[in-house]
């Protein structure tokens, strides 16, 4: 028998009476903040520290107030914002920080002001049936509730964007939308050097468009000029662009690399329109593609056709016409045009049914010189019977009236670049998008500042701190201009040579450079400083520096990051289109009723208000680099109700003196 445990039993525990631990926390329904006055933080994650430490809650309590039971979203997603770990970037995480912001009394949008990118939009804000480009497009522009608006709403919301803001709401945009969906033009891509959108259609021997579309006179990619009429537009561009003419040969001025492809473009329009069938949806003229030749240009028949088919297919004559036509007479011009140099150009002619007859053909054969005096006579009398009845197209003013009926209509405009500032990104966490920002910035502070033409502005090279500035005589030949550091003037100076200028022959250069210091203010030259050593860099990626100071955003693809006339215009009505137009709906951008615009409307901006300041056309003129004619003839909108304004302000010395 086993001998009993000296050990006492021991005794059973006592069950606890009640939970143990502190009892847990429970958020308040209306928390109250612990103190009323801080320091205003930077940085997003100080912020919701100081908030949350301001009414003695933890991340964990946050979540308890704010998420509720039905919703994913985890804890350990507040308490990463709050250590700078993660960042909000979908639209459940926005949601989020606008209940934060209602808790804590804060103003909307507090929080995401505060972000390193505050103007991104949401990572998942997808629009059904919108094509991805086109999504891309509207993301910036579309509020961060948007998929939770109605549909109602969300159906005005995008048709707004599209009509305001991408698409601009003139008459002319309008136009231009519809027209461009004809596309009649033929291209010229060995003479311009502008790729072919797709690929390029060739039209065969027939005069036949391989992919032409049945019975809409269109095609599904660009159609490309003929090899023979190619090669005279080669030989008239040589002509009027080569240091020195041919010997036996005589001209009359020079075309730059812009009136080049100016006079390219609107040739392919002219002889697109004569090859488009008649019955298709241009309603051209028909004629075959071996049959166009420059040579058609010595007829009157043919301009008189090609304008009042533009004119029937926009309702008026515009300058337009006008401008062709003076071509045509600067073509055939006595000793000086290139046509009346040609008379070999008459053996590719061949009769044309409803324009040339055999006997038209004939006769020019045998007098070229004929030929060419009627053309010129007929088409300086029909340019003076256009212009009469000539109407505007498109109101130059009308995208920026909001801007130009101001008071200060530079301090207005100047609100785009601070408003670029303000939703600028972190450069260390977004250096693409900061270097894109920073583009912006300058973009518009520097158009204000100089007024400068579109080519002028793009064609800007950059000098460096560290290395030594281009000759006079080097930017000459560049026909080219330079922003430099002054080390007597100790600022960021602009140098243009005066040949780089379209009217470099205006007595406002006197055959001297242009010469501007660039004023620092609002540290505009840290602004500059940063640009060249930081971003850049960024934006050039591995792509060769072309030397301009502005450069386009380059990608693995890109063959050069300089811009040109289109790209050039394009980037700045995107900065137009994200930080000018005001958006009611994102309350984003900074004007009311400002339109989609490109470069040169700054112009109109600077001498606007001059205009308003001053009344002297002769003052106005100097910040856009011309004459005070072309200023009243052109530029200003200086409205009558300015004009009695300033001229009260005289008068009515004479009741203050009494």
Not at 135 to 161: C, G, N, T
Not at 283 to 296: D, M, Y
Not at 544 to 573: L, M
């Amino acid at each position: 028998m086993p001998r009993p445990s000296s050990q006492k039993p021991t005794a059973a525990p006592k069950r606890c009476q009640g939970k143990r631990g502190a009892k847990r926390r429970q958020p308040a329904e209306r928390p109250v903040a612990q103190f009323q006055e801080w320091e205003e933080p930077d940085s997003f994650d100080e912020a919701l520290r100081l908030h949350m430490k301001r009414f003695d809650e933890t991340s964990l309590l946050l979540h308890r107030a704010i998420i509720r039971p039905d919703e994913t979203f985890h804890p350990d997603t507040l308490k990463g914002w709050s250590l700078g770990k993660r960042l909000p970037r979908n639209v459940a995480s926005l949601d989020v920080l606008a209940r934060i912001e209602a808790r804590y009394g804060l103003p909307p949008g507090y929080f995401k002001a505060k972000l390193p990118h505050p103007g991104r939009a949401p990572a998942d804000q997808a629009v059904r049936g919108i094509a991805p480009a086109e999504q891309r497009r509207l993301s910036w522009h579309l509020p961060d509730d948007f998929a939770q608006r109605s549909r109602k709403e969300r159906a005005e919301i995008l048709q707004w964007v599209r009509t305001v803001i991408i698409s601009g709401s003139t008459e002319y945009r309008r136009y231009q939308a519809d027209a461009a969906k004809l596309r009649y033009g033929l291209r010229f891509p060995s003479l311009t050097g502008r790729k072919p959108q797709g690929r390029p259609t060739p039209i065969n021997d027939q005069g036949e468009d391989r992919d032409a579309l049945p019975g809409t006179g269109l095609t599904r990619t660009a159609k490309e000029a003929p090899p023979r009429l190619t090669a005279e537009l080669a030989e008239l561009i040589r002509f009027k662009s080569s240091t020195l003419t041919d010997i036996g040969f005589h001209r009359n001025g020079v075309w730059n690399e812009e009136t080049i492809l100016q006079k390219v473009e609107h040739l392919g329009l002219l002889f697109g329109a004569m090859h488009a069938g008649p019955d298709d949806a241009v309603a051209g003229l028909g004629v075959p593609a071996e049959q166009l030749t420059l040579a058609l240009l010595v007829f009157p028949r043919t301009w008189d056709w090609y304008i009042q088919w533009r004119e029937a297919r926009r309702g008026f004559f515009t300058r337009w016409e006008v401008d062709m036509l003076r071509l045509g007479a600067a073509l055939t011009r006595k000793r000086t045009g290139w046509l009346r140099q040609m008379p070999e150009l008459a053996t590719r002619l061949l009769p044309i049914e409803g324009l040339l007859s055999e006997a038209d053909v004939d006769a020019a054969s045998q007098d070229w010189d004929t030929a060419c005096d009627r053309l010129h006579a007929h088409a300086i009398a029909r340019a003076k019977e256009i212009e009469r009845v000539a109407r505007v197209h498109r109101d130059p003013f009308e995208p920026i009236l909001p801007v130009l009926e101001a008071d200060s209509p530079v301090g207005e405009y100047r609100k785009i670049a601070d408003e670029v500032l303000r939703l600028a990104p972190d450069p260390d966490r977004y250096p693409r998008a900061a270097a894109e920002a920073a583009r912006a910035f300058l973009l518009i502070r520097l158009g204000l500042h100089l007024g400068l033409r579109q080519k002028n502005l793009r064609q800007l090279m950059v000098c460096p701190r560290d290395r030594l500035p281009r000759s006079e005589r080097q930017l000459e030949a560049l026909k080219r201009g330079e922003i430099r550091w002054s080390e007597r003037d100790h600022g960021w100076e602009v140098v243009i040579p005066a040949n780089a200028f379209k009217n470099a022959g205006s007595s406002f250069f006197d055959g001297r450079p242009f010469r501007l210091v660039l004023p620092d203010l609002g540290g505009l030259h840290r602004h500059i400083d940063e640009f060249i050593r930081r971003h850049r860099p960024v934006l050039l990626g591995t792509i060769a520096d072309p030397g301009t100071f502005f450069v386009k955003t380059t990608k693995v693809t890109s063959r050069t990051a300089e811009y040109d006339q289109n790209t050039f215009y394009e980037a700045w009505r995107l900065v137009i289109q994200r930080y000018g137009i005001y958006n009611p709906y994102t309350q984003r951008g900074v004007i009311k009723g400002l339109l989609p615009h490109g470069p040169h409307n700054i112009r109109d901006v600077l001498a606007t208000h001059i205009l308003k300041q001053t009344g002297s056309y002769e003052r106005a003129s100097y910040a856009i680099q011309d004459t005070p004619d072309m200023v009243a003839k052109h530029y200003g909108r200086f409205l009558p109700q300015d004009k009695s304004a300033l001229a009260a302000q005289i008068l009515n010395q004479v009741w203050l003196a009494a």
